[in-house]
């Protein structure tokens, strides 16, 4: 197992390298970079001038009492080239690139474009929310679908088996944005009840809020967000596990012990348990990871939530590079050690699963 594990982490370096060069690749391809940014923000009368010049008027010339903008009149090719010098791109591509890199393997992200941030601590900032989505949604997913799962699988082919079938199908068919808006209209004051806050996760007096108080109104914000996160989720859960149960179920060893005289619940749980959850909790750390990174740019946008989604996403409409690139090879590489924590899921619940072997 230990050269197992040490070939999965030597491949995690050429790996992460190719998704770094492809991604890279194709932002030199794309138009309207960090300076067409910010000399759009110049013709429309930003603040991005005095980041870069030093001075709320240095970007105003004084002609015959009216003020007027520079960028509207163009801008001199030195303050252009100057731009480019502080963004980088005075250098070749290549040059940069491998800047980037031998930075990113010291872990230095370097400081966001346009909000005067590193990129750790703008990430550290956002993470809360995208980890209380991910965490929660996960953890509910498997405690409602292990359990529901499990009781489908025993009374398979039985009307409690159809009709919960036809509900987590419905459930799943729904978009989480419809039904993250139809929480909305019904529980959040849309047009019936007011049970549940608008927006944000937590109030404005939670700072002056107890111990406990802070608990109960996190948990009032979050109630929403989670439940239109997870509501697709329990469809895939509870037919794997379904189905895992039922293959167990038909084979020999649980009729051996059916025959031996043990009670249903032992066989069962006992026996079938361990072997049937070993998908299912082996891709705990899979599944956590989807739906932490993957999916709440909506959700976060509906409920007000200022998390990793909402900063993925205006980091690539502002090409604010450091940010892309920085979240981007750091959340590539958690990917890629979770999925060798996966394996080990595997063999700590399965000792007999053997990786060394399969060759």
Do not use: C
Not at 43 to 53: I, P
Not at 110 to 133: A, Q
Not at 223 to 247: E, G, Q, R
Not at 296 to 323: M, N, W
């Amino acid at each position: 197992m230990g050269a197992y594990i040490l070939r999965r982490l030597l491949l995690i370096i050429p790996t992460l390298i190719g998704i770094m060069i492809i991604n890279f690749a194709l932002v030199q391809f794309v138009p309207g970079g960090p300076i067409e940014q910010v000399l759009a923000r110049l013709d429309g009368g930003g603040d991005a001038l005095e980041s870069f010049s030093g001075g709320g008027d240095a970007g105003i010339e004084t002609a015959g009492g009216n003020e007027q903008y520079l960028g509207s009149r163009g801008l001199p090719p030195e303050f252009i080239a100057d731009l480019e010098r502080q963004f980088g791109f005075d250098k070749p591509p290549l040059e940069r690139f491998l800047n980037m890199m031998w930075n990113y393997m010291r872990f230095d992200f370097g400081e966001s474009y346009f909000r005067s941030i590193s990129v750790v601590d703008l990430v550290l900032e956002k993470m809360p929310v995208s980890i209380s989505l991910g965490l929660w949604s996960t953890l509910i997913a498997y405690m409602v679908s292990i359990p529901l799962g499990i009781r489908k699988a025993v009374k398979d082919g039985s009307s409690f088996d159809t009709w919960t079938s036809a509900a987590i199908i419905v459930a799943y068919a729904i978009p989480g944005f419809l039904f993250a808006i139809l929480l909305l209209v019904l529980f959040a004051g849309g047009s019936y009840w007011q049970i549940f806050p608008l927006r944000g996760l937590t109030s404005d007096n939670f700072a002056e809020l107890s111990f406990f108080g802070k608990i109960g109104d996190y948990l009032w914000h979050i109630t929403l967000p989670v439940i239109a996160s997870t509501i697709a989720s329990f469809a895939t859960l509870t037919l794997l596990t379904k189905n895992s149960f039922l293959d167990e179920i038909k084979k020999q060893y649980v009729m051996t012990a059916r025959a031996k005289g043990l009670s249903e619940s032992r066989v069962l749980y006992g026996h079938v348990f361990r072997n049937a959850m070993l998908i299912v909790i082996a891709g705990f750390p899979a599944v956590f990871v989807s739906v932490f990174f993957g999916g709440s740019l909506i959700i976060e946008t509906i409920f007000s939530l200022d998390g990793l989604g909402q900063l993925g996403f205006k980091a690539a409409v502002e090409r604010d590079y450091p940010v892309i690139f920085g979240t981007l090879f750091f959340f590539g590489l958690m990917g890629l050690v979770i999925g060798i924590l996966s394996d080990l899921m595997y063999v700590w619940i399965d000792p007999r699963i053997d990786f060394e072997g399969r060759g």
